[in-house]
């Protein structure tokens, strides 16, 4: 086998229609857009969602609810994920540098602890907010709680 006598399968390439070739190709005359309407100018462009007239779906769905500009979106992280992190890197001090260095939250993330799972070893934990429970634990074990 040498790289000049390599061709693809049999029948796995295909000619592309070539379009707008004259009367002879079969694909002359209208170029397969049909007659009239805006479709078959040259320049037709459709604007995103519409729907030839008819109520656009975002127009016909009903609204409701309400979004806050203001809301803060916190990244949750449970005692058990710290635990875990304490125990596998020897950490005694859990702060934003430490959870984007071990994949935990990115730069950008408000860092919430919650009290899901078991805390055994002590730790001084910095974050953004706390849950009631997580403080609680974190106190229990003689850590200290920071926040940002």
Aim: charged share 25%.
């Amino acid at each position: 086998m040498k790289l000049h006598t390599l061709k693809p399968a049999e029948g796995s390439t295909k000619n592309r229609k070539r379009i707008g070739r004259g009367t002879g190709s079969g694909r002359g005359g209208t170029s397969t857009r049909g007659h009239k309407g805006a479709k078959s100018r040259s320049g037709y462009k459709s604007k995103a969602g519409f729907e030839g007239g008819q109520m656009p779906l975002q127009r016909r769905v009903p609204k409701f609810g309400f979004k806050s500009l203001n809301k803060v979106e916190f990244k949750p992280v449970n005692l058990d994920t710290l635990q875990a992190l304490s125990e596998e890197y020897n950490l005694e001090t859990i702060d934003m540098t430490a959870l984007i260095a071990h994949g935990v939250a990115s730069k950008n993330d408000k860092i919430k602890i919650l009290g899901g799972g078991e805390l055994k070893a002590k730790l001084d934990v910095t974050a953004h907010q706390f849950s009631a429970s997580a403080t609680a634990a974190i106190e229990k074990n003689g850590g200290s709680v920071n926040k940002i």
